[in-house]
C-alpha cells in the first residue's frame, strides 16, 4: 500500500525557470494538500484540491503559483519564473473524503533556486 | 476561525527526562487533533490523533498527549526523553471540511 508519493525529491532551477512538483496522492484518497515549509520556519498550507477541484487556495501567492489535481493523473504544483525566495521543502498531503480522517504526508519536494 | 498555537518553538530535554510539548487550539466547534512528527529532511509523520473517544490518547513511539476542553489543549508528553525523539512537532487541528490547520512547530533536543 504505497503512501503519498512526491517527485522530484530533490530539484534545482535557475531563476527564471519553472518549476513542477508532482504528487500521487495514497490509494482511495480523494483530497491533496500542498504545504511549503520554509527554514527555520513552520508548515505552511498552500492549496487544497479535490480531483479536477480547488477547494482552498488561500495560501497560495497570487502571482507564479498555480496547482491543479486533473482526473487522471498526480496533482502538480507548478511554480512559473522561480525566484530565490521560492526555495523551501514542498510537501504533498492526502486524505479520504471525510472530515476528521487523518491527512498522510509524502516526503517532501526540496527545491533550490539557484 | 479555526488556530493552533504551539508554546516554546524549542525544548531541551535530557535523555531520560520528561518531555512536554505544548499545544493550544482554538474552535469554535469540537475539534480533531494531531500530533505529527519530523525528523531530518524527511516528511511528517502521524504520533497521534484525537477525535473525541477518550481524552488521553496514546501513540507511537511512547507519546501520549491529553485533550483538556477547559483548557483548550492538546499537550504531547513522553515520561522519558530517548536520543531517538529528537525531532520537529507539530501539532494540528481539523474542524471541518477537511480543513487543516497546522502549529510552527516545537524543535526537541536530547542531551545525553
Known amino acids: 500500500n504505497a503512501g503519498v508519493m512526491q517527485n522530484p525529491r530533490h530539484l534545482v532551477r535557475r531563476r527564471g525557470q519553472e518549476a513542477r512538483l508532482r504528487c500521487s496522492p495514497m490509494?482511495?484518497?480523494?483530497?491533496v494538500y500542498w504545504y511549503r515549509q520554509l527554514p527555520e520556519e513552520g508548515l505552511k498550507f498552500m492549496v487544497y484540491?479535490?480531483?479536477?477541484?480547488?477547494?482552498?487556495e488561500s495560501g497560495m501567492p497570487k502571482e507564479r503559483f498555480s496547482a491543479e489535481f486533473p482526473k487522471e493523473g498526480p496533482s502538480i504544483l507548478r511554480i512559473q519564473q522561480v525566484v530565490r525566495g521560492d526555495s523551501a521543502a514542498y510537501f504533498c498531503a492526502s486524505s479520504p473524503l471525510d472530515s476528521g480522517n487523518t491527512i498522510y504526508f509524502g516526503e517532501g519536494s526540496w527545491l533550490t533556486v539557484v | 476561525a479555526q488556530s493552533v498555537t504551539q508554546l516554546g518553538s524549542h525544548v531541551s530535554v535530557s535523555e531520560g527526562a520528561l518531555v512536554l510539548l505544548r499545544c493550544n487550539y482554538s474552535?469554535?466547534?469540537?475539534?480533531?487533533l494531531f500530533w505529527y512528527v519530523q525528523y531530518p529532511n524527511q516528511g511528517l509523520q502521524l504520533l497521534l490523533k484525537?477525535?473525541?473517544?477518550?481524552?488521553l490518547v496514546k501513540g507511537i513511539n511512547g507519546f501520549e498527549a491529553e485533550f483538556k476542553k477547559s483548557e483548550t489543549s492538546f499537550h504531547l508528553t513522553k515520561p522519558s526523553a530517548h536520543m531517538s525523539d529528537a525531532a520537529e512537532y507539530f501539532c494540528a487541528v481539523n474542524v471541518a471540511g477537511n480543513q487543516f490547520y497546522f502549529g510552527t512547530g516545537t524543535s526537541l533536543t536530547v542531551i545525553p
Open positions: 484525537y477525535t473525541s473517544a477518550a481524552t
Open positions: 490509494k482511495g484518497h480523494s483530497h
Open positions: 484540491l479535490q480531483k479536477e477541484n480547488i477547494i482552498d
Open positions: 474552535s469554535s466547534v469540537p475539534p480533531y
